[in-house]
């Protein structure tokens, strides 16, 4: 298999970086096609791509069916449903690839069929004072990564849980084919829409590290990111990004009780101070259809037992 990446940028109101974000693509020869969704921008940035397409044929430019903002998910998926090379990656409007984005994962992909996806690392870069000091309140390091070697097969326990890092959006790269396992974005997230995914991909899926100490993609942080915008929102969203993974989790038939109590316990973070068994009430409240489902059973068992 040949390969050959569609790049995925969905764009909103982003005519000061956009054009920066498609040449760091443009220079790679990896990169087949480069999918750019305009998600109803107010700005000049649909005819900045516009443009640029009229002197590169990889470039593909879409729009929603009614031009409207719908979001980076439902902008994600379009461009996933439009992509017809084997292999796709993700680059933010306001970031850039660096040099050897796909140099490790082109080796690794031809090498092991059985990898699914392949992560790397990204470095920040503050576009001024003001969101470096505001980064630096949430963040220890400008490098952004998984902290640990970790097992294909516990990389969904360490996203979920938190606690060793992570790997941005911009740094993944993966078989198209892996969408038939996961499904695609799940649009009613404004925010945390990526993590939502890269977990259900990471449980589901294999994904391993690109084996690369150099980063691979810029992340520029400036005081319109939704790193630093969307805080209180994303603090809100947490408690649901945990509810809606255990109810996935639960309905995947292959999983073992084990790793859906591990999804159990990435639900009840959102409420520290309560018991399990409030907590399980609490979801089934909501889902009463689960109520007999065979984790549940056991999980009440094992609350009863007090193990």
């Known amino acids: 298999m040949k390969f050959k990446v569609s790049v995925i940028i969905p764009f909103f109101n982003s005519e000061r970086f956009i ?24 700005d000049n940035s649909y005819s900045i791509v516009d443009n640029i397409q009229k002197s590169h044929s ?10 409207k903002n719908h979001g980076r998910s439902a902008s994600r998926n379009l461009g996933i449903r439009n992509a017809k090379f084997d292999f796709v990656a993700f680059l933010d409007s306001d970031d850039e690839y660096t040099e050897c984005r796909f140099e490790n994962e082109k080796k690794m992909f031809e090498n092991d069929n059985s990898i699914d996806g392949i992560y790397g690392i990204v470095e920040t870069k503050f576009e001024t004072p003001q969101s ?7 963040f220890d390091s400008n490098i952004i990564k998984i902290d640990t070697e970790t097992q294909p097969e516990l990389l969904y326990k360490k996203l979920l849980l938190g606690g060793h890092g992570f790997f941005q959006t911009n740094t993944l ?13 799940d649009e009613q997230f404004v925010v945390m829409q990526d993590t939502h995914m890269w977990i259900r991909m990471a449980a589901k899926c294999k994904l391993v590290s690109n084996q690369n100490n150099k980063p691979i993609a810029f992340y520029h942080i400036h005081t319109t990111n939704s790193v630093i915008k969307c805080d209180d929102l994303r603090n809100k969203l947490q408690v649901e990004l945990g509810y809606s993974l255990f109810k996935w989790a639960l309905k995947q038939k292959e999983f073992p009780y084990d790793k859906k109590n591990d999804f159990f316990i990435g639900y009840k973070i959102g409420y520290p101070n309560e018991s399990d068994f409030r907590t399980l009430v609490r979801f089934l409240w909501c889902n009463p259809r689960f109520l007999f489902h065979r984790y549940t059973l056991r999980k009440i068992v094992q609350i009863i037992k007090g193990k």
């Open 58 to 67: 990889k470039i593909v430019l879409l729009q929603h069916p009614d031009k």
């Open 132 to 138: 470096k000091t505001e980064f630096e309140k949430r």
């Open 173 to 185: 790269t993966v078989r198209k084919s892996i969408f038939t396992k996961t499904g695609l974005f």
């Open 19 to 42: 054009s920066r974000a498609i040449q760091s693509c443009l220079r790679l020869s990896e990169v087949g096609e480069i999918i750019c969704i305009d998600d109803g921008s107010s």
